[in-house]
Structures are given as structure tokens and as C-alpha cells.
């Protein structure tokens, strides 16, 4: 079994509409992360959780929310998609002293 | 802002070359610094980290940190076609625990 998987891995959606992402990792780590991936824009850090009681907003947070289940589960929230928001989502995680370690298969998100 | 620069490629290089790839940051306090390798269509894989400055190798993979410069690369001796990919530098953002990324270098390796 994966490490770190998410679900969905591919999703279209129109906009205004509102959609989750949702992550689950069995690494047994407390760091979780989200990032996006534009072609040319490279990796872009949203939303960041160093245990369940412990979210921080990244470089690009405006538009997104998060939800930190468990220690294992992390989502991210779009409340109301717009087309710019068309990406590829990953989630990844780290033990305290591996910054980011490991990253999920990532979710295809298109927003028309 | 902190960044992370490296050049977008392609870079090409004939199979058993070495392959060189650059990365230069501007926060002058970063301490870690990592190369990862991204496989069209796939996730992030991370191959090396390095925090001292000097050189740091792992089989093929040979990166260097040159911290009074700022700038850290990552060598590929022997290229195989199978390295083709698109390799990211990241840098601990001071104080945060985060990364920041680069855009990332294609390399191309050709038979």
C-alpha cells in the first residue's frame, strides 16, 4: 500500500462549486503539507500542519482551507473554486527533521 | 522574498556524461538544502540533502554547497536515460521548517 495517498486523483469541477481533496498517510508522521504545481510556477506551498492542533497558512493560502482529522488525514478546501485554481495538487509529509520527505500521488484538479 | 532560482532547461546531455545542474537562493540563512526529481506526471522524489558546506555524494549523485555564494548543485555522473526528469532544488525557509522551491531543471539524457 501507498505511503501517502489522495483522493481524488483527477476531478473536474465548475466554478463556484465547492470541492475537497483529501489526503491519508500511514508514515506515522505529524508534518503534513499541501502544495500546488503550475507549469513554470513550480511548487508552491498552501496550507501546513505540524500536529493536529497546529495549521499555518503557506505562501499561497487566499481561496484555500484545511482540515487536520487526525494525525494521518489532512484536506484541503476549495469554498468556491475559480479557473485559476486549476492545478496539481500535492500532499506530502515529513518526520520532524526530513522538512518534506515523502509526496503523495497528487490530484488533477480542472476547474472550468 | 525568498527565492529559489534555478535555469528551466532543457538541459541535454549524451548517455555517461556528467550532467551539472545550478541552483542559487537568496536567504542567506538557510541551512538545508535538498534535490528532489520529479518523473513526468509523477510526485517529488527526494535523492539528496546537504546542510555543510563542501560536497555530499550517494552513488551517482553528487551535490555541493557553496554557502558564502549561496548556491548549491547537484552532479550526475554517468547520466542514464532514466535520469531524464525535472530536478528540484529546495531551500529550508529560515524560521518556518518550510521549503521553498525552485522551478526545476529538465534534463534530458539521450541514448
Known amino acids: 500500500d501507498a505511503d501517502v495517498t489522495q483522493t481524488p486523483r483527477n476531478r473536474i469541477t465548475k466554478t463556484g462549486k465547492r470541492i475537497m481533496l483529501e489526503c491519508s498517510q500511514t508514515?506515522?508522521?505529524?508534518?503534513m503539507y499541501w502544495y500546488r504545481q503550475d507549469p513554470g510556477l513550480g511548487l508552491r506551498l498552501i496550507y501546513y500542519s505540524f500536529d493536529v492542533k497546529d495549521i499555518n497558512k503557506g505562501e499561497i493560502s487566499d481561496g484555500y482551507s484545511v482540515s487536520r482529522q487526525a494525525q494521518a488525514k489532512f484536506s484541503l478546501s476549495l469554498e468556491s473554486a475559480i479557473p485559476n485554481q486549476t492545478a496539481l495538487y500535492f500532499c506530502?509529509?515529513?518526520?520532524?527533521?526530513?522538512?518534506?520527505?515523502?509526496f503523495g500521488p497528487g490530484t488533477r484538479l480542472t476547474v472550468l | 522574498q525568498k527565492e529559489v532560482e534555478q535555469n528551466s532547461g532543457p538541459l541535454s546531455v549524451p548517455e555517461g556524461a556528467i550532467a551539472s545542474l545550478n541552483c542559487t537562493y537568496s536567504d542567506r540563512v538557510s541551512q538545508s538544502f535538498f534535490w528532489y526529481r520529479q518523473y513526468s506526471g509523477k510526485s517529488p522524489e527526494l535523492i539528496m540533502s546537504i546542510y555543510s558546506n563542501g560536497d555530499k555524494e550517494d552513488g551517482r549523485f553528487t551535490a555541493q554547497l557553496n554557502k558564502a555564494s549561496q548556491y548549491v548543485s547537484l552532479l550526475i555522473r554517468d547520466s542514464q536515460p532514466s535520469d531524464s526528469a525535472t530536478y528540484l532544488c529546495a531551500v529550508e525557509r529560515s524560521g518556518y521548517s518550510t521549503l521553498t522551491f525552485g522551478k526545476g531543471t529538465m534534463l534530458l539524457v539521450s541514448p
Open positions: 508514515k506515522g508522521h505529524d508534518r
Open positions: 506530502a509529509t515529513s518526520d520532524w527533521d526530513q522538512r518534506v520527505g515523502f
